[in-house]
Every structure is written in C-alpha cells, then in structure tokens.
C-alpha cells in the first residue's frame, strides 16, 4: 500500500510540475529558446566580424614581401594558441559530435578557436570565418541546452540551429544556412535530423536580423554578377557540362588536401612549429599572386571586375586551390567554403574565356555549385545559398549543377565525420587487409 501511495504521489507531483498550457497556437516556450538562440548567435557572430574587420585592415597595411613574416608570425601565434588554451578541433569533430556524441558541442575551446581563427583569417590564410562561428554558436546552443536540461533530439536539435545561426549570419542567408547545417551532417541523407529544421529556421532568422544591425549589412547579392536571361533548355546542358569540369577541380582540391596531410604528419613537431611552416608557404603564394591571399568574400568581386588571361586565370586556380590546401592541413583554423567558391569563380571566368558565347553568370554559378557539393556533400543548400549570395534567381540550372557535383564526388567523403561508423570499419578492414596481402 505504502509504495502504491508513493507511486500516485510521484505521479500527482509530475502533473503538477507541469505548466498548465492555454495557448492554441503552434507557438510554445521552445520558439522563445530558439529565438533567443539566434540572438546570442547573431551578437556573436556580429562582434566576430567586426573585430575580423579590424584585424584584417591593420594587418592588410603590410604588403609586397612583408607579407611573408606577417603570416608566418600569424601562424606562429595561432600556433601558440591552439597548442597552450586548447585544440579546439576542426569541421569533423564538430559533425562527429553532433551525429555520434548526442549533439553536445563543448564550448570549453571556443577561446582558442576566436583567438586561433581570428589571426588565421585576418592575415590571410585560405579558410574564411564560417567554420568558427558554426562551432562557437553551435556549442552556444548545447550550452542553452544543458542550462534548461534538454536531452535527446531536443539538445541535438538546438546544437543544430546554433551552427545555422553563426552560418546564417556570415552568408545573410537564412533558409540556405539552415538547411547546410543539416546536409553537412551526413554525406548521403540529407536531413536526417530533420527535427531541427523549424529550430534552426527560428534561429537563423534572428541571427540574421541581428547581425544585420550590428554590421549594417546591405540588401541585394553579395558578388556582382551579370543579370542572367535563361533563354533556351541548352543552358541545362552547360551548366551539366561545366559542372563535371569543376568536379574534376574539387577532386583535385581533395587529392591535394590528402597529399599535404600526409606531408604535415610526417613533421612529429608541435602544431606552432606546423602553423609557423604553413604561414611561411601562404605567405610566399600571396606575394607572387596577391588574389590567393585572404578567404576571399572581397577577392570574388575583385577577380570579377579583372579582365584576366588564361594563363592568369589558371595560376590563380591552381595556387588557390594549393593555398587552400596547406591553410587546412598546416593547423590554421577556419571554414572553406568561400575559399571554394572563389575557386569555382576562377574556373568559371577561365572557361568563358574558351565558350565565350554562353553566360559568364551561367558559367561561373555551375562551378561554383558543383565544387562546393563535391567536397562538402550539400546539394540543396548550395543551390540556395548561391541563387542568394549571386542574385542568379533560376535555381534550376545551379541544382543541376550542384546535383552533379553531388554525384560525382568521391565514395568516400572529404568531411570523415559524415560516415556512418559501419561504413568507417569496412574502410579501415579493407585498408588493414590490403596491407596484410601486400
């Protein structure tokens, strides 16, 4: 009888505990949450990237072959950072949590990471700010999560739309930014954690707004392309065409990674001594050609407005995409999604140079699409984000790009973390065993 009575009590207590809801509407206490969640992550991301502003303007005063210990100091610096705050970790580790580990993000690191990425990025490396706002508002959102004990899908889902909110708020692009902090989840499925959509919408919409306020951002297109007229179905075509053609370049991007990955790992040295390295080499492919240096979200339109020649066009591809390389394997911190962007740019104006008949904007848009979505596997949003970021309003010829991209791209990911474990063990037995035969 008495542990029957206990029973009722606890039940009695449990419903009590309960808020009594008179609201009809589908708004409820997890949207003030999400909200304020993008709030957070919109002042973050605000005063990030003023201070990134800051830095890269004082910096940027010292060019011709300073350039070189600028960024070799930098890398040093950044180097010292990461080796005595923290390791704050990359874009794998980030999806490793999310998929494997509940969605907790710790912001333990996020010092290091704003300190770290910041030198990275104002002095000129390859990688833009993308991937340290997503960890820092990412792990802002597991934090929210732990304060008012949210568990299971609910955490995960807030962890979710705190990497939409720092995306959404670098991109200006809030349907785009949600949906990629989804499809960079999994290399195959494309939302599945298909709960956090409203969540990360939410977010993302506020963090717009906000960051908007605080850095004044303007209306219309980011980079200045030409007004672009679909005038027959042959367009489909090229942009299939082109795609393929910066497919092959993103596989390019990822052979390269693999093989400076392979070079930095054989160095058994602390990371200051591996960011110090790379500094030095990014320095010296930004003094022979300037257009390398940076991440890019100005150089697009600079690359845009010159009336380059092949052989121009084709240096600045390739030292780009080998830049590009070395920033991410060397320790420096930061995304590289703008970096690929500005390569699918440079592809594009080179092969308008040999079709000099069919659209630049219909040129350019298909590279762009179709290198993003090889090497980070988001088909849907990189169509969003660039019919957003270019004023290039038929989505249709960017997804048939971005579809391409999608399905010609590697097996095996360039983001590890998008696997499934299984499919992580076959990899690895197939490895072992190729190297028992040999």
Known sequence: MKIERRRKLIKYSDV?????RFNPFVFSRMFILWALLGLIGGVISGVYWVVLMYLTDFLAVYQGWLVIPVMAICGLLAGLIIYFIGDPGEMELMVNNI?????????????????????????GGSLGPEAPLVQVTGSTGSWMGKIFRLKGEELRSLSIAGMASGFTALFGAPLGGSLFSLEILHHKHAVEYYQAIIPALVASGFSYIVFAIIVQLGWGPMWNLPAYEMETFFDFGWAVLFAIMATVVGWLFIF????????????????YVKTLIGGILLGV????????????????????????????????????????SITVTS????????????????????????????????TIVSCMAAINACVTRTPMSTTILLA?????????????????????????????????????????TKKYNTKKNE
């Not at 009590?16 to 009594?20: C, E, N, R």
């Not at 390269?256 to 990371?271: G, M, R």
């Not at 492919?285 to 066009?313: C, D, K, V, W």
């Open 331 to 362: 320790g420096w911190r930061g995304g590289f999604i703008i970096p690929l962007f500005f390569c699918g740019t440079a592809l594009g104006l080179l092969l308008h140079n040999i079709f000099p008949s069919i659209s630049l904007s219909l």
């Open 99 to 123: 998929r494997f580990k509940k969605g907790k993000l710790d912001p333990k690191n996020n010092p290091s990471m704003i300190l770290s990425s910041l030198l990275c990025v104002a002095s």
């Open 256 to 271: 390269c990674t693999k093989f400076f990955k392979t070079l930095f790992k054989k160095l058994k040295t602390p990371i």
């Open 388 to 428: 957003t970021l270019t004023g290039f309003t038929y989505f249709i010829p960017i997804l048939f790009a971005s579809l391409t991209g999608y399905f010609l791209a590697p097996r095996i990911p360039f983001i590890g973390a998008q696997m499934e474990e299984n499919e992580k063990r076959a990899i690895k």
């Open 285 to 324: 492919i930004a003094y022979y050609i300037p257009l390398t240096r940076y991440f890019s979200h100005f150089e697009i339109n600079e690359l845009l407005e010159e009336n380059g020649t092949l052989q121009f066009l084709g240096a600045v591809l390739i030292f780009k995409i080998i830049a590009i």
């Open 16 to 20: 009590l505990d309960q808020p009594i």
